[in-house]
């Protein structure tokens, strides 16, 4: 499982999920989220199992527990650089 706090930054991003999957609009205030992602190391894939979000005052406003689909790395995103340190021996990526 993996926790997520979000900056000024990965927060914008979570919004812009949160708008494209057309999400409950009350994920606009939201702080943190703690998700159980499982990561496929050979094939450099990934899916998310779970999430759940919560707001700044620790309340759960989204719970997502349907496994998505396995998505391939994105460069330098959060989850690129945690399969970098699950996966031994896997160095960290060149994108083309």
């Known amino acids: 499982m993996i926790l997520i706090d ?7 991003d979570a919004i812009n999920y949160i708008k494209y999957y057309k999400l409950p609009d009350n ?5 943190y989220n703690k998700s159980l992602i499982e990561i496929d190391c050979k094939m450099e894939y990934f899916k998310k199992l ?4 919560y707001d ?3 309340k759960v406003i ?10 391939y790395l994105i460069q ?4 690129d650089k945690l399969t ?3 996966c031994e021996g896997r160095p960290s990526r060149t994108f083309p």
Do not use: C, H
Request: hydrophobic share 25%.
């Open 27 to 31: 994920l606009m205030d939201l702080s």
């Open 56 to 58: 700044s005052d620790g």
């Open 84 to 86: 970098t340190l699950v």
């Open 76 to 79: 330098d995103s959060a989850i």
């Open 6 to 12: 979000y900056g000024k930054e990965g927060k914008n």
């Open 50 to 53: 779970w999430s759940t979000y």
């Open 62 to 71: 989204y719970t997502f527990d349907k496994p998505g689909e396995y998505r």
